[in-house]
Nanobody
């Protein structure tokens, strides 16, 4: 049973930074495509960023491009999301997700494993 546990969320002022972490256990982490999604109150869950199995390829949503960076450390079974220049519209619950076949996908339904989420709140 694969488990994903996010951490690092919190309250930050606009313009500030946070780094989210997602620790994986119970599976073969380096075979999974990993991604971050977020869900704001009253809105649907949306894609944020994705990283390939070995970390050589990344892709970020236009809304976060240039401000957020996804990375991973396979030796630590952990994926990260560095968030800079945060804006109030970034306020959401952030989820990490794993796709066990290693496919390069960004759709919610494509992902097999999900964490419980971590709250990020950006004040203006």
């Amino acid at each position: 049973q694969v488990q994903l546990v996010e951490s690092g969320g919190g309250l930050v002022q606009a313009g500030g930074s946070l780094r989210l972490s997602c620790a994986a256990s119970g599976g073969t982490f380096n075979s999974y495509t990993m991604a971050w999604f977020r869900q704001a109150p009253g809105k649907e869950r949306e894609f944020v960023a994705v990283i390939s199995r070995r970390g050589g390829s990344t892709f970020h949503a236009d809304s976060v491009k240039g401000r957020f960076t996804i990375s991973r450390d396979n030796a630590k079974n952990t994926v990260y999301l560095r968030m800079n220049n945060l804006k109030p519209e970034d306020t959401a619950v952030y989820y990490c997700a794993g796709e066990e076949s290693g496919l390069w996908v960004t759709g919610i339904k494509e992902y097999d494993y999900w964490g419980q989420g971590t709250q990020v709140t950006v004040s203006s």
